[in-house]
């Protein structure tokens, strides 16, 4: 296993946020959320830095997470997960140090991005 790392994890499909850090805990990482909203993923943020984060680009209702990865962005390396070939697009290339995988991702391509940051 890696070090134990503390995960930030904003996703607004509730069973898909609770599926991935159960996956990061099972590991052995310490997840930051679950969250579901900007606003609550940026609070966390400002209260304590992860070591990085795993983001859905779509929120849902012409949301994104950008806002949190400019928070992190040069702080916490960034995954960004999208379900859509062209959503995020522009996001991707705001924040081109980023990795991103593809939804619905395989679990074990998210716990090798934890691994290698």
């Given amino acids: 296993m890696s070090t134990p790392k503390r995960v930030l994890v904003l ?8 599926d991935l850090a159960q996956t990061i805990e099972e590991e052995g990482h310490a997840v930051i959320g679950p969250f579901h909203t900007v606003e609550a ?18 929120l849902g209702e012409s949301l994104t997470s950008e806002p949190v990865a400019a928070m992190l962005d040069g702080h916490a390396p960034i995954l960004f997960l999208s379900g859509y070939e ?13 990795a991103r995988l593809p939804k619905p991702l395989s679990l074990d391509d998210l716990l090798d991005w934890v691994r290698s940051v």
């Fill in 11 to 18: 996703d607004d499909e509730v069973i898909v946020a609770m």
């Fill in 41 to 58: 993923a940026m609070r966390a943020v400002s209260d304590a830095m992860p070591d990085c984060a795993v983001l859905d680009v779509n």
């Fill in 86 to 98: 062209y959503a995020g697009s522009e996001i991707f290339a705001r924040f081109p140090g980023a």
